[in-house]
Protein backbone atom coordinates (compact mmCIF):
# COMPACT_ATOMS: atom_id res chain seq x y z
CA UNK A 1 0.00 0.00 0.00
CA UNK A 2 0.99 3.55 -0.51
CA UNK A 3 2.49 5.09 2.38
CA UNK A 4 2.32 8.83 3.88
CA UNK A 5 4.10 10.65 5.94
CA UNK A 6 1.96 12.22 8.99
CA UNK A 7 3.65 16.17 8.97
CA UNK A 8 7.14 16.56 9.15
CA UNK A 9 7.29 14.41 11.60
CA UNK A 10 9.16 11.96 9.59
CA UNK A 11 6.81 8.64 10.78
CA UNK A 12 5.53 7.13 7.45
CA UNK A 13 2.49 4.87 7.71
CA UNK A 14 0.00 3.26 5.49
CA UNK A 15 -2.21 5.43 3.31
CA UNK A 16 -5.33 3.33 5.83
CA UNK A 17 -4.84 2.70 9.25
CA UNK A 18 -6.94 0.15 11.15
CA UNK A 19 -9.16 1.84 13.85
CA UNK A 20 -9.07 -1.07 16.22
CA UNK A 21 -11.67 0.03 18.78
CA UNK A 22 -14.82 -1.37 17.37
CA UNK A 23 -13.11 -4.83 18.12
CA UNK A 24 -13.51 -4.73 21.88
CA UNK A 25 -15.47 -1.49 22.57
CA UNK A 26 -18.32 1.32 21.72
CA UNK A 27 -20.01 -1.15 18.47
CA UNK A 28 -22.06 -3.61 20.11
CA UNK A 29 -20.64 -7.17 21.33
CA UNK A 30 -16.53 -7.55 21.13
CA UNK A 31 -15.48 -9.80 18.39
CA UNK A 32 -14.37 -12.92 19.15
CA UNK A 33 -10.26 -12.34 20.58
CA UNK A 34 -9.24 -15.08 18.28
CA UNK A 35 -11.05 -13.17 15.00
CA UNK A 36 -10.10 -10.15 16.09
CA UNK A 37 -6.54 -11.21 16.09
CA UNK A 38 -6.67 -12.94 12.63
CA UNK A 39 -8.29 -9.78 11.19
CA UNK A 40 -5.79 -7.60 12.57
CA UNK A 41 -2.82 -10.05 11.13
CA UNK A 42 -4.83 -10.05 7.48
CA UNK A 43 -4.69 -5.98 8.16
CA UNK A 44 -1.16 -6.42 8.59
CA UNK A 45 -0.65 -8.68 5.45
CA UNK A 46 -2.33 -6.85 3.43
CA UNK A 47 -0.07 -3.63 3.94
CA UNK A 48 -1.69 -1.45 6.92
CA UNK A 49 1.33 -0.58 8.92
CA UNK A 50 -0.82 1.71 11.31
CA UNK A 51 -3.41 0.46 14.30
CA UNK A 52 -5.10 2.64 16.95
CA UNK A 53 -6.23 1.55 20.01
CA UNK A 54 -6.50 2.90 23.38
CA UNK A 55 -6.50 2.16 27.45
CA UNK A 56 -10.23 3.50 26.99
CA UNK A 57 -11.22 0.92 24.80
CA UNK A 58 -12.69 -1.79 26.87
CA UNK A 59 -11.41 -0.48 29.28
CA UNK A 60 -7.42 -2.03 28.44
CA UNK A 61 -8.88 -4.97 26.59
CA UNK A 62 -8.38 -3.56 23.30
CA UNK A 63 -4.92 -2.51 24.22
CA UNK A 64 -3.99 -6.20 25.10
CA UNK A 65 -5.49 -7.63 21.97
CA UNK A 66 -3.65 -5.08 19.87
CA UNK A 67 -0.23 -6.43 21.22
CA UNK A 68 -1.15 -10.02 20.99
CA UNK A 69 -1.98 -9.28 17.59
CA UNK A 70 1.00 -7.28 16.25
CA UNK A 71 3.56 -9.16 18.23
CA UNK A 72 4.62 -11.12 15.04
CA UNK A 73 5.24 -8.01 13.40
CA UNK A 74 5.97 -5.40 15.52
CA UNK A 75 8.80 -3.82 13.81
CA UNK A 76 7.28 -3.16 10.80
CA UNK A 77 3.82 -1.30 12.47
CA UNK A 78 3.16 1.74 14.02
CA UNK A 79 1.12 1.38 17.19
CA UNK A 80 -1.26 4.52 18.38
CA UNK A 81 -2.40 4.69 21.90
CA UNK A 82 -4.00 7.00 24.23
CA UNK A 83 -3.86 8.72 27.28
CA UNK A 84 -6.48 11.20 28.88
CA UNK A 85 -9.61 9.67 31.14
CA UNK A 86 -9.61 9.09 34.89
CA UNK A 87 -8.82 5.38 35.57
CA UNK A 88 -9.40 4.70 31.80
CA UNK A 89 -12.85 5.26 31.51
CA UNK A 90 -14.13 8.07 29.46
CA UNK A 91 -17.44 8.43 32.10
CA UNK A 92 -15.08 9.42 35.03
CA UNK A 93 -14.17 12.31 33.60
CA UNK A 94 -10.86 13.83 31.94
CA UNK A 95 -7.51 13.13 33.45
CA UNK A 96 -4.27 14.11 32.05
CA UNK A 97 -2.24 15.39 34.80
CA UNK A 98 1.78 14.66 34.45
CA UNK A 99 2.04 11.55 36.61
CA UNK A 100 -0.91 9.78 35.34
CA UNK A 101 0.30 9.93 31.61
CA UNK A 102 3.38 8.27 32.82
CA UNK A 103 1.69 5.52 34.85
CA UNK A 104 -1.00 5.16 31.47
CA UNK A 105 2.40 5.01 29.21
CA UNK A 106 3.88 2.38 31.25
CA UNK A 107 0.54 0.10 31.40
CA UNK A 108 0.02 0.97 28.10
CA UNK A 109 3.72 -0.48 27.11
CA UNK A 110 3.02 -3.89 29.84
CA UNK A 111 -0.56 -4.31 27.89
CA UNK A 112 0.65 -4.03 24.23
CA UNK A 113 3.98 -6.05 25.39
CA UNK A 114 6.37 -3.50 23.50
CA UNK A 115 9.52 -1.30 24.45
CA UNK A 116 7.82 1.63 22.78
CA UNK A 117 4.56 3.96 21.96
CA UNK A 118 4.98 4.75 18.94
CA UNK A 119 2.35 7.55 18.77
CA UNK A 120 0.76 8.42 22.15
CA UNK A 121 -2.20 10.69 21.78
CA UNK A 122 -4.19 12.49 24.72
CA UNK A 123 -7.07 11.71 23.84
CA UNK A 124 -9.11 15.07 25.12
CA UNK A 125 -8.20 18.24 26.09
CA UNK A 126 -8.32 18.53 30.03
CA UNK A 127 -8.65 21.76 31.08
CA UNK A 128 -7.63 20.97 34.16
CA UNK A 129 -4.15 21.15 33.21
CA UNK A 130 -2.35 23.25 31.20
CA UNK A 131 -1.64 21.84 27.91
CA UNK A 132 2.05 22.82 28.49
CA UNK A 133 2.54 20.57 31.09
CA UNK A 134 0.97 17.26 29.27
CA UNK A 135 3.18 18.20 26.21
CA UNK A 136 6.61 18.49 28.45
CA UNK A 137 5.78 15.52 29.83
CA UNK A 138 4.95 13.47 26.77
CA UNK A 139 8.21 15.49 25.41
CA UNK A 140 10.28 13.47 28.65
CA UNK A 141 8.61 10.20 27.62
CA UNK A 142 10.39 10.62 24.27
CA UNK A 143 13.60 11.02 25.64
CA UNK A 144 13.16 8.31 27.50
CA UNK A 145 12.83 6.21 24.55
CA UNK A 146 9.29 5.12 26.32
CA UNK A 147 7.30 6.82 23.14
CA UNK A 148 7.61 7.86 19.32
CA UNK A 149 5.71 10.91 18.38
CA UNK A 150 3.18 13.05 20.64
CA UNK A 151 -0.43 13.32 19.10
CA UNK A 152 -3.66 14.69 20.35
CA UNK A 153 -7.43 14.40 19.73
CA UNK A 154 -10.23 16.76 19.05
CA UNK A 155 -8.16 19.67 20.24
CA UNK A 156 -8.67 23.38 19.22
CA UNK A 157 -6.67 25.71 17.52
CA UNK A 158 -5.10 27.21 20.59
CA UNK A 159 -4.21 24.24 22.01
CA UNK A 160 -2.53 22.81 18.98
CA UNK A 161 -0.33 25.63 18.72
CA UNK A 162 0.79 25.32 22.52
CA UNK A 163 1.51 22.19 22.68
CA UNK A 164 3.64 22.32 19.46
CA UNK A 165 5.55 24.94 20.71
CA UNK A 166 6.72 22.53 23.74
CA UNK A 167 7.10 19.24 21.99
CA UNK A 168 6.43 18.90 18.10
CA UNK A 169 2.52 17.11 17.30
CA UNK A 170 2.91 14.74 14.98
CA UNK A 171 -0.48 14.36 14.47
CA UNK A 172 -3.98 15.67 15.38
CA UNK A 173 -6.75 12.86 15.63
CA UNK A 174 -10.51 14.31 15.24
CA UNK A 175 -13.71 13.21 13.33
CA UNK A 176 -13.34 14.18 9.55
CA UNK A 177 -15.44 12.76 6.69
CA UNK A 178 -17.91 13.77 3.84
CA UNK A 179 -20.80 14.44 7.27
CA UNK A 180 -18.66 16.10 8.91
CA UNK A 181 -16.21 18.50 7.38
CA UNK A 182 -15.77 21.05 10.79
CA UNK A 183 -12.07 20.96 10.29
CA UNK A 184 -11.83 22.54 7.67
CA UNK A 185 -12.55 25.59 8.88
CA UNK A 186 -9.91 26.29 11.03
CA UNK A 187 -7.79 22.97 12.20
CA UNK A 188 -6.91 21.65 8.78
CA UNK A 189 -5.06 25.19 7.74
CA UNK A 190 -3.06 25.18 11.24
CA UNK A 191 -2.17 21.76 10.76
CA UNK A 192 -0.50 22.45 6.60
CA UNK A 193 0.91 25.41 8.74
CA UNK A 194 3.12 23.69 11.09
CA UNK A 195 3.34 20.79 9.33
CA UNK A 196 1.08 18.10 11.61
CA UNK A 197 -0.67 15.35 10.12
CA UNK A 198 -3.95 14.32 10.08
CA UNK A 199 -5.45 11.10 10.99
CA UNK A 200 -9.56 11.29 10.45
CA UNK A 201 -11.17 8.79 13.09
CA UNK A 202 -15.23 7.91 11.70
CA UNK A 203 -13.91 8.33 8.25
CA UNK A 204 -17.41 6.77 7.51
CA UNK A 205 -19.40 8.20 9.35
CA UNK A 206 -19.40 5.44 12.22
CA UNK A 207 -20.61 3.49 9.42
CA UNK A 208 -23.69 5.32 8.22
CA UNK A 209 -21.57 6.60 4.98
CA UNK A 210 -21.78 2.93 3.62
CA UNK A 211 -25.66 2.74 3.06
CA UNK A 212 -25.79 0.06 5.60
CA UNK A 213 -27.86 2.02 8.38
CA UNK A 214 -30.95 2.57 7.09
CA UNK A 215 -33.57 4.92 9.85
CA UNK A 216 -35.01 1.14 10.87
CA UNK A 217 -31.79 -0.90 11.24
CA UNK A 218 -31.75 -1.72 15.31
CA UNK A 219 -28.61 -1.10 17.26
CA UNK A 220 -27.59 -3.16 20.18
CA UNK A 221 -27.85 -2.21 23.80
CA UNK A 222 -24.14 -2.16 23.79
CA UNK A 223 -23.66 -0.16 20.52
CA UNK A 224 -22.95 3.60 21.74
CA UNK A 225 -24.45 5.20 18.53
CA UNK A 226 -27.79 4.56 20.11
CA UNK A 227 -26.82 7.90 22.52
CA UNK A 228 -25.84 10.06 19.41
CA UNK A 229 -28.26 12.70 18.09
CA UNK A 230 -26.87 12.03 14.69
CA UNK A 231 -28.23 8.15 15.10
CA UNK A 232 -31.94 8.83 15.94
CA UNK A 233 -34.42 7.42 13.22
CA UNK A 234 -35.30 10.80 12.02
CA UNK A 235 -32.20 11.75 11.71
CA UNK A 236 -30.84 9.09 10.03
CA UNK A 237 -34.16 9.39 7.56
CA UNK A 238 -33.35 13.21 6.83
CA UNK A 239 -29.32 12.46 6.30
CA UNK A 240 -30.28 9.46 3.65
CA UNK A 241 -29.88 12.30 0.90
CA UNK A 242 -26.46 12.27 1.58
CA UNK A 243 -25.83 8.36 1.58
CA UNK A 244 -27.73 8.51 -1.78
CA UNK A 245 -25.21 11.35 -3.22
CA UNK A 246 -22.18 8.98 -2.49
CA UNK A 247 -24.01 5.92 -3.60
CA UNK A 248 -24.49 7.70 -7.05
CA UNK A 249 -21.46 8.78 -7.31
CA UNK A 250 -19.70 5.16 -6.31
CA UNK A 251 -21.69 3.69 -9.10
CA UNK A 252 -20.30 5.81 -11.69
CA UNK A 253 -16.62 5.15 -10.39
CA UNK A 254 -17.53 1.46 -9.95
CA UNK A 255 -16.82 1.44 -7.15
CA UNK A 256 -19.16 1.35 -2.81
CA UNK A 257 -20.10 4.11 -1.18
CA UNK A 258 -17.32 3.47 1.31
CA UNK A 259 -14.43 3.57 -1.11
CA UNK A 260 -15.82 6.88 -2.27
CA UNK A 261 -16.53 8.33 1.46
CA UNK A 262 -12.21 7.12 1.60
CA UNK A 263 -11.11 8.04 -1.51
CA UNK A 264 -12.39 11.72 -0.48
CA UNK A 265 -10.69 12.25 2.59
CA UNK A 266 -7.36 10.67 1.07
CA UNK A 267 -7.34 13.39 -1.88
CA UNK A 268 -7.68 16.08 0.12
CA UNK A 269 -4.52 16.64 1.21
CA UNK A 270 -1.46 13.96 1.26
CA UNK A 271 -0.78 14.27 4.76
CA UNK A 272 -4.24 12.90 5.62
CA UNK A 273 -4.47 9.09 6.95
CA UNK A 274 -7.96 7.82 7.66
CA UNK A 275 -8.36 4.87 10.14
CA UNK A 276 -11.56 3.07 9.38
CA UNK A 277 -12.46 0.19 11.53
CA UNK A 278 -14.45 -3.00 11.01
CA UNK A 279 -15.05 -6.84 12.42
CA UNK A 280 -15.16 -8.12 8.89
CA UNK A 281 -12.67 -9.25 6.21
CA UNK A 282 -14.59 -8.80 3.47
CA UNK A 283 -15.33 -4.89 4.72
CA UNK A 284 -11.00 -5.08 5.13
CA UNK A 285 -10.66 -5.74 1.81
CA UNK A 286 -13.57 -3.20 0.31
CA UNK A 287 -11.55 -0.18 2.92
CA UNK A 288 -8.19 -1.11 1.51
CA UNK A 289 -9.41 -0.71 -2.25
CA UNK A 290 -10.10 2.88 -1.40
CA UNK A 291 -6.93 3.28 -2.13
CA UNK A 292 -6.94 2.71 -5.81
CA UNK A 293 -10.12 4.71 -6.63
CA UNK A 294 -8.73 7.98 -8.76
CA UNK A 295 -10.82 11.05 -7.52
CA UNK A 296 -9.61 13.70 -9.51
CA UNK A 297 -10.53 17.09 -9.85
CA UNK A 298 -13.40 17.34 -11.89
CA UNK A 299 -14.77 14.41 -9.48
CA UNK A 300 -14.06 16.39 -6.22
CA UNK A 301 -15.96 19.81 -8.11
CA UNK A 302 -18.60 17.50 -8.69
CA UNK A 303 -19.06 16.53 -5.08
CA UNK A 304 -18.02 19.73 -3.23
CA UNK A 305 -21.45 21.06 -5.43
CA UNK A 306 -23.58 18.25 -4.57
CA UNK A 307 -22.68 18.47 -0.84
CA UNK A 308 -23.65 22.07 -0.98
CA UNK A 309 -27.24 21.56 -1.28
CA UNK A 310 -27.64 18.98 1.42
CA UNK A 311 -27.48 19.76 5.03
CA UNK A 312 -26.84 17.19 7.85
CA UNK A 313 -29.16 16.92 10.24
CA UNK A 314 -28.25 15.61 14.08
CA UNK A 315 -25.36 16.66 16.56
CA UNK A 316 -22.18 14.40 16.72
CA UNK A 317 -22.43 14.04 20.34
CA UNK A 318 -24.92 14.84 23.40
CA UNK A 319 -24.16 17.76 24.97
CA UNK A 320 -22.06 15.89 27.87
CA UNK A 321 -19.59 14.60 24.89
CA UNK A 322 -19.60 17.61 22.91
CA UNK A 323 -18.14 19.71 25.78
CA UNK A 324 -14.49 17.86 25.18
CA UNK A 325 -14.03 18.35 21.87
CA UNK A 326 -12.49 21.67 19.93
CA UNK A 327 -10.92 22.84 22.96
Not at 222 to 231: A, E, G, I, K, W
Request: proline share 7%; with cysteine; net charge negative.
Amino acid sequence: MEKRSLGKSGLEVSALGFGCMGLSFGYGPPLDRQDAIALLRLAADRGITFFDTAEAYGPFTNEELVGEALAPVRDRVAVATKFGFAEGVAAKGLDSRPERIRAVADAALRRLGTDRIDLLYQHRVDPEVPIEDVAGTVKDLIAEGKVGHFGLSEAGVDTIRKAHAIQPVTALQSEYSLWWREPEKEVLPVLEELGIGFVPFSPLGRGFLTGALGPGAPFDKSDFRSHLPRFTPEARRSNQALVDLIAGIARAKSATPAQIALAWLLAQKPWIVPIPGTTKAHRLEENLAAATVDLGPEDLRRIEEALADITVTGDRYPPSLQSQVGR
